[in-house]
């Protein structure tokens, strides 16, 4: 079940509408598809929005059922709001530079604190770092998992990613829906979804705020 956002053409909504929809009778239970919002104890949805160039607003959220919708929303160029064993993420694809700069500025976030690279296998981990013999242990031994590893990260990944060091961190999240949207996008950056300095969202809610 995945949370889905609107096309970019479609209206912004005021917070008051949002809040409405938060507190519609839809979250006694699933709806039908693109209406109504998740339930608060759904530990496998998704909340998806799409940035417009002229504003950090959300675009209104929409309700389905499928991860492969988050999942085209990331490769639009959006962001993403995943849950994760630990907290919810908001995710871009890794090499989309535009997208990239969007979280920093959804988040408020430091341009000189890295991020980490998510991924959907631990053997993708490859494709974004020089696998030290270490890292690669660590990584069979503990991946899928709350575990990151700091590897020496390979070339084309966005400066804004390393912060232009030369190493990335990178993990394999274990939250089933996280990884279904990864094995259709690709690496992704999630950072926790909130603004810098504020508390790590571990629900839904908490993400959305």
Not at 29 to 55: C, I
Not at 58 to 79: C, F, H, K, S, T
Not at 128 to 149: N, Q
């Amino acid at each position: 079940m995945t949370l889905g956002a609107s096309c970019p053409a479609s209206p912004l909504l005021p917070p008051s509408i949002i809040d409405a929809l938060r507190s519609s009778p839809a979250r006694s239970g699933w709806p039908g598809p693109k209406t109504g919002v998740a339930p608060a104890s759904s530990a496998d949805s998704a909340w998806s929005y799409q940035l417009t160039a002229r504003s950090e607003r959300w675009l209104a959220p929409i309700l389905n059922y499928r991860p492969d919708e988050a999942a085209a929303v990331l490769r639009r160029g959006g962001l993403c709001v995943l849950p994760t064993e630990t907290v919810y993420g908001l995710a871009a694809l890794a090499y989309d530079a535009d997208a990239v700069r969007r979280v920093f500025e959804a988040k408020g976030r430091p341009s000189d604190n890295p991020l980490i690279v998510h991924l959907g296998e631990a053997a993708e981990a490859d494709e974004v770092a020089h696998v030290t013999a270490l890292g690669g242990d660590l990584l069979r031994a503990f991946a899928p998992g709350p575990l990151t590893v700091v590897l020496p990260a390979r070339p084309g990944l966005p400066p804004a990613v390393t912060a232009g060091l030369g190493t990335v961190a990178v993990r394999v999240p274990s939250a089933p829906l996280a990884r279904a949207v990864l094995r259709s996008t690709g690496p992704l950056v999630a950072p926790s979804a909130n603004r810098s300095g504020r508390p790590s969202p571990t629900t839904w809610e908490a993400a959305a705020e």
